[in-house]
């Protein structure tokens, strides 16, 4: 039979991965205010929910499949995290005086601060799972390539859309009688849009990365456009650069074989670019409306900035310095996660007029602002680990590799330089960057741990059994019943009955589980009788223990929540989800293989793929 060995802890990674994202997004996804945020009890329940998965996952991973841990790394990461922890609680009430000499408090609660610590502890451990932990197998090769791709062209549909919302100002753009600062899609801002846009050019030179592709090279050319449109200037230039670095490689590193070809393209290339500089230049002085008019819009939307304050960036990074450097002990730890941001929104209203600056426009200087002197070194030690990749890389001489990934790094730093992106964040831009740009290159350095994974993973060899009938119900049952013992602890919870839609929906789902499980269970019988067999499968103790410990859970943890939460439709339903995985949980620890041939069907199945993608993977 198969092993859970490869398969469960590599899905609960991902959950892992897609909750904390959900939590430092803190988007209000299930009230009336999108973009007004999570509560602050909804922030602490799902940070705890978070807390319980990676206990599990560390868990699993330490007992299946003996990861130890690094002596090195994880204390840093410890000693930051707990330091970022005590700057938290360390902060006070923090008073500023008006220009009417009106002194404006501001202040934290204890359940913020609460709230602010469990995420801080999230964030460390994801970073520490994502760094050394979770980046093993095809994590690391090439299945990234297909996470890579659905990016890209979920990206590109959302291009095509924008054009279509905002044909009118592109055609506005082209007969100067456009008003606005540019493109943004749905975006709150255009700057964000472009980063978005900038992220998927250098997702499709990563795509390129074992040979040039037309379809992506033509992608990147599309984002390019985009991102003109956007009026981003420093996305512009980054994707710009980008673009021609890439291209003159492709063709540069065509010499070394041959030589002829490759500077009959180095000509052509040159040639193209010349050509169409000078034919847009000559439209141009013809007043040509077409081609002045999309000037008039570069030209002042892009080059006519303020590049000497970088549109009032400079004067926000003086803002942020000038408000740690009134406390010593704020300049070296922060003003605290969270808490950094809110203060210097505060500060920076109150010095400019009511005008908020809701981030620094800079991950140096954003990191300063929320972690101090302490933490821009934690987060430059961590940039260095890429630089020490590279290195490897090049002794490794996979020149090709270094160079692309180093375009590509280089590009999201720079673009860091006058807005807060950031790697190691744990937000869904966070993370991207970090897998995509930055652990294959970290891999580099070890590539004896994961020589050694890959053949652990390689000599898995169980037999692929074939499941019939019984088996399909077995697992049906095993998730039916996981569902109704979630939402029937569900309906304990008081504050349900205020959402009648919710209500009628778990009713609903609770009802169709039950009849779909005594179907299961009444097919399963009639099985048994015609093969003489008495055993009932869903009798065992894999289904009895996580069954009886799933109510007694989710019925106190029930109790407690009403106790000291208020709670709303994102609590309940992540209470329903806690309570589905805990049972799936339980019932992965009881749950003999042996009984069920689909379970093993699954594991093996999966563990093959896992193979395949990995021997792939280790070809590039």
């Known amino acids: ?107 934290f609660t204890v359940q913020e601060k609460v709230s602010f610590t ?58 100067n009688t456009y008003t606005g600062g540019g493109l943004a899609f749905v975006i709150y801002n255009s700057n964000v849009w472009a980063n978005i846009i900038l992220v998927a050019v250098l997702s499709c030179i990563i795509l390129s990365i074992r040979k040039f592709n037309p379809f992506y090279y033509s992608l990147m050319i599309h984002f390019f456009i985009m991102i003109v449109f956007s009026s981003c200037t420093t996305s512009v230039f980054i994707s710009a650069i980008a673009i021609i670095a890439y291209t ?53 939307h892009i080059f006519k900035k303020d590049y000497s304050t970088l549109t009032s960036r400079t004067g926000i990074w003086a803002s942020v310095f000038h408000l740690l450097c009134e406390k010593p002990v704020d300049l070296i730890f922060g003003l605290g996660y969270k808490t950094g941001n809110a203060i210097f929104t505060k500060y920076y209203a109150l010095q400019n007029g009511g005008f908020e600056a809701r981030s620094a426009h800079n991950g140096i200087v954003e990191i300063t602002l929320r972690h101090g002197l302490f933490g821009l070194l934690f987060y430059l030690s961590l940039l260095s680990t890429f630089f020490i ?43 991207y960057l970090t897998m995509i740009f930055f652990l294959p290159v970290v891999n580099a350095s070890k590539e004896k741990y994961f020589v050694e994974l890959n053949k652990d993973l390689q000599e898995q060899n169980a037999p692929l059994v074939k499941p019939h009938r019984g088996d399909v119900l077995y697992f049906v049952g095993t998730f039916l019943l996981a569902l109704i013992v979630a939402f029937a602890t569900s309906f304990s919870i008081r504050p349900i009955y205020s959402h009648p839609t919710l209500l009628v929906i778990y009713i609903i789902v609770a009802s169709v589980a039950t009849a779909a499980l005594i179907g299961a269970f009444v097919t399963l019988i009639l099985m048994s009788k015609k093969r003489g067999d008495s055993k009932l499968l869903f009798l065992g103790k894999e289904f009895i223990i996580p069954f009886a410990s799933s109510v007694v859970v989710g019925s106190l943890v029930s109790l407690a929540l009403q106790l000291n939460f208020t709670l709303d439709t994102f609590s309940i339903l992540l209470f329903t989800i806690f309570v589905i995985f805990f049972y799936m949980i339980a019932f992965s620890i009881f749950y003999k293989k042996e009984n069920n041939h689909l379970y093993a069907f699954f594991d093996v199945g999966f563990t093959k793929v896992l193979q395949t993608i990995s021997r792939e993977g280790s070809n590039e």
């Not at 802890?9 to 999570?38: K, P, Q, R």
């Not at 520490?128 to 659905?150: E, P």
């Not at 692309?404 to 964040?425: K, N, P, Q, R, W």
Request: overall charge positive.
């Open 118 to 175: 469990l995420q801080i502890i999230t964030w460390c451990a994801v970073l520490y799972g994502i760094l050394f932990v979770f980046n093993r197998y095809s994590i690391s090769r090439r299945w990234l390539k297909w996470l890579t791709f659905a990016y890209v062209i979920g990206v590109f549909t959302c291009t095509l859309a924008d054009i279509v919302m905002e044909f009118k100002d592109i055609i506005a753009i082209f007969t």
């Open 389 to 431: 990749g590279i290195v490897h890389l090049i002794k490794n001489k996979k020149y090709r590799v270094a160079y692309i990934y180093g375009i590509c790094f280089l590009g999201a730093l720079a673009h860091s330089f006058t807005e807060s992106t950031m790697f190691f964040v744990p937000n869904i831009e966070g993370t």
């Open 248 to 300: 003159l490689y492709e063709i540069l590193s065509k010499f070394k074989d041959r030589k002829r070809y490759a500077a009959r393209l180095l000509f052509i290339y040159f040639s193209v670019l010349l050509t169409l500089l000078g034919f847009i230049t000559m439209m141009i002085s013809l007043d040509v409306p077409l081609f002045v008019n999309l000037w008039s819009f570069m030209e002042t």
């Open 1 to 107: 039979m198969g092993k859970l060995r490869f398969t469960l802890t590599y899905l609960l990674f991902w959950f892992i991965i897609v909750f904390s994202c959900l939590l430092a997004e803190n988007f209000a996804l299930f009230s009336s205010d999108h973009m007004g945020g999570m509560s602050i009890d909804s922030l602490i329940m799902l940070s705890m929910f978070v807390i319980f998965l990676l206990i599990v996952y560390y868990v699993r991973e330490r007992n299946r499949n003996k990861i130890t841990i690094d002596k090195v790394l994880l204390p840093i990461i410890t000693i930051f995290g707990l330091v970022s922890i005590a700057t938290v609680w360390w902060q006070g009430d923090r008073s500023f005086l008006t220009l009417d000499n009106d002194v404006v408090f501001v202040s």
